[in-house]
């Protein structure tokens, strides 16, 4: 006997998980029935008034009834309407007149169903920019706290913490700038009948071309877009939701790339993202601290990736004018790699907003292999103490105390002995006060502070000064 707590009902059927679990309340009603059906009915009211002031015979009372009505959806009437035309753009048509007879007439006249379904509303990029304000403070912070740098995952060369998160900003920086330029690019389909040729507007207006023109003009810019695309087929051309896609898809890898990071880092206990006094790490092994949050964004990012194939597929398969294979896909890919993209950027932000640094660990890591790195400013010393006439002997007990310290590094497990070796040798007596200031890390990480500095105040900052307003919202996650 299966129990429920309240209306078991939406139990009872799939739910996604993008919504029913991830997704911001924002981004989810705007993909939302009321959202995208209020939508239409504003799209046709913009086609009223345009047409009204161009001269058709329409009325104020059929425009002020359409107004009051934008929002008083019957779904359930909608849903049968569907059900017996199979069409769901005819379906709202008779449900929007249903409410609205004086204006019946009168709605959506014209046009065709791509009318509604393909102009669209801009995105703005608030979570991205939260998200690189929070790191480039993070950067700032750390600016010249030194850390090892890794290749292949091995290591290498100093850097500092910050820098290797101005490496993460770089990304996201141009994710930012690749959004901001696929916004601008995007226009409104506009108004332009079943196959693009405007011909049932050039009717309605006897022949009227510049009429077609400013009708065209007129509800482009009610809809709050500057330029409509000048040629179409039934649709905007697919392309446009390629564009759209890759530009998710790019950023969904930038923070696949920026959690993985985090998640060795974590594992290397050099930074760990938040953990809640209450959250538990593993189920069976209490004491772990997993880097669940990364690991989501890491898992969605791979989702979003991978979406993209649909629009691709989709634009390639599209028929002379228009076929409908595009419909049942766009459905589920659209509102999927936006849903997904955001609450990858809302995790993202959470994370930044509480990444834990653990200098100690870091320092006690760069000791463990800075006496390797260091082999060659030892060398240099050496030859400044005595000569370059002593540079092959030095350079000769330097590597083969790096062999030997390697072997007990790897074969015993013990510490890291070269600087001892290097102290017990009579022959390095000369350098030996120097030792400290040839082992300082600051000494090994070039100009990654002052990269940080001007990185920060030439192409971070300048690219959140339109977002300022916006900064000061934090995230919460529902675990």
Known sequence: MLLFFGS?????????????????KEMAFNFSDMKKFTTWRRLWLYLAKAEKELGLPITDAQVSEMESH???????????????????????????????????????????????????????????????DRLANFAEKYADLPTLGFTHYQPAQLTTVGKRACLWLQDLVMDMRNLQRAREDLRFRGVKGTTGTQASFLQLFQGDHEKVEELDRKVTEMAGFKKSYLVTGQTYSRKVDIDSLCVLASLAATVHKICTDIRL??????????????????SAMPYKRNPMRAERCCSLARHLMALVSDPLQTAAVQWLERTLDDSANRRISLPESFLTADI???????????????????????????????????????????GNRQHSRCRKET????????????????????LARVQA??????????????????????????QVTRFLSEEVRPVLEPYKSKMDVKIELEL
Not at 406 to 415: F, L, P, S, T
């Open 8 to 24: 078991g009902e939406e139990f009872m059927k799939y739910r996604s998980p993008l919504v029913s679990r991830y997704a911001s």
């Open 70 to 132: 934008l929002e008083d959806i019957d779904f359930i009437m909608a849903a049968d309407e569907e059900r017996k035309l199979r069409h769901d753009v005819m379906a709202h048509v008779h449900t929007f007149a249903h409410c609205c007879p004086t204006a019946a007439p009168i709605i959506h006249l014209g046009a065709t169903s791509c009318y509604v379904g393909d102009n669209t509303v801009r995105p703005k990029y608030y979570r991205l920019a939260r998200v690189i």
């Open 265 to 282: 880092l974590a594992n290397l206990k050099e930074i760990e993202e938040p953990f809640e006094k209450e959250q538990i790490g593993s």
């Open 344 to 386: 990858i950027l809302s995790t993202l932000q959470n994370i930044t907003e509480g990444l834990v640094v653990y200098p100690k660990v870091i320092e006690r890591h760069i000791r463990h292999e800075l006496p390797f790195m260091a082999t060659e400013n030892i060398i240099m010393a050496m030859v400044k103490a005595g």
């Open 399 to 418: 590597l083969m105390f790096n062999t030997d310290s390697a072997a007990v590094v790897k074969q015993e497990g013990g510490d890291n002995d070269l």
């Open 425 to 450: 040798d009579p022959y390095f007596a000369p350098i030996i006060g120097q030792l400290d200031s040839i082992l300082d890390p600051k000494t090994f990480i070039g100009r990654a502070p002052q």
